[in-house]
């Protein structure tokens, strides 16, 4: 598929999430989000994990347009999951890395970790890859599993944990399992091989949240990478789609790896 079709596949996403949060907010369907991700979807994490102490997203211009300090977003502003809080009527979800002293999160929680990748961090060493973080989304899982009962105690119906009013969003997610192997030059043959562990990530991800009682949930997909920067810089004698300017064989496989 052409990059020009691939964005507009993520315009009609974008428009989908858009719709839902008026119809939400409408009706105060939810009360609080949990989610989980990368640095798409971060809102401090990375940093108050001290993964890269002194890394900079901690240093302005990260934060400069809207907190007017940096907050751990890969963002100079808000990210997206601020923005859909907001449409809802909800505060900006909390890292839980900044929450763990109280373990109160009564608005939902933020699992996400800039970096992080859906595969564990091991099957990248194995292949000479290096990772980056070890915050896979099976250990974000685990994060929301041990974090359960403290949710529940907002969320009670009955005496039951009730995840009926909690949006879940899993992701973006997997986008790193393919873009560092990219930018550290391995051959697309052999990056077409961990798309089926991907996708198994994420899929077992959403089957153990359905299982801990999520109800809705909102997993985008990886995106149209053949137009960021980096990429242009690294191949610039890909061909490219004549309307976007994207490299065209990246987006094909960002749509194929869906």
């Known amino acids: 598929m052409s990059a020009s079709s691939s964005s507009s596949l993520f315009r009609l996403f974008t428009i989908i999430i858009t719709l ?40 302005l211009p990260y934060g400069e347009t809207y ?16 923005f859909i809080a907001e449409a809802m ?43 980056g973080v070890n915050f896979s989304l099976d250990v974000q899982i685990e994060w929301f599993k041990q ?28 986008g790193n399992d393919y873009n560092v192997p990219f930018f550290e030059g391995k051959k697309l043959d052999e990056i077409l091989t961990y798309v089926p562990r991907v996708i198994d990530a994420i899929s077992s991800a959403i089957d153990e949240l359905i299982g801990q009682g999520a109800k809705t949930l909102v997993v985008p997909s990886y995106l149209p990478v053949g137009c960021l920067s ?14 976007s300017g994207c490299v065209k064989w990246l987006n094909e496989f960002a749509e194929l790896s869906q």
């Open 67 to 82: 907190f007017h300090q940096p907050t751990g977003r890969f963002s100079d502003g808000r990210i997206i999951l601020d």
């Open 147 to 174: 974090l359960l009962p403290s949710l529940c105690s907002f969320h009670c119906s009955d005496g039951s944990c009730d995840l009926s009013k909690t949006l879940f969003f899993v992701g973006e997610i997997g």
């Open 89 to 131: 009527g909800l505060p900006h979800v909390r890292p839980v890395l900044g929450g763990l002293r109280d373990r109160v999160f009564p608005h939902g929680v933020n699992f996400a970790v800039g970096g992080a990748t859906a595969v564990e961090s091991g099957f990248f060493s194995e292949r000479g890859i290096e990772a």
């Open 230 to 243: 980096g990429f242009l810089t690294i191949y610039p004698d890909s061909t490219k789609d004549p309307k």
């Open 20 to 59: 839902s949060i008026n119809l939400y907010t409408s009706t105060s369907c939810f009360t609080s989000i949990v989610s989980f991700g990368d640095s798409l979807t971060d809102t401090g994490n990375y940093l108050l994990s001290q993964a890269e102490p002194d890394g900079v997203v901690g240093h």
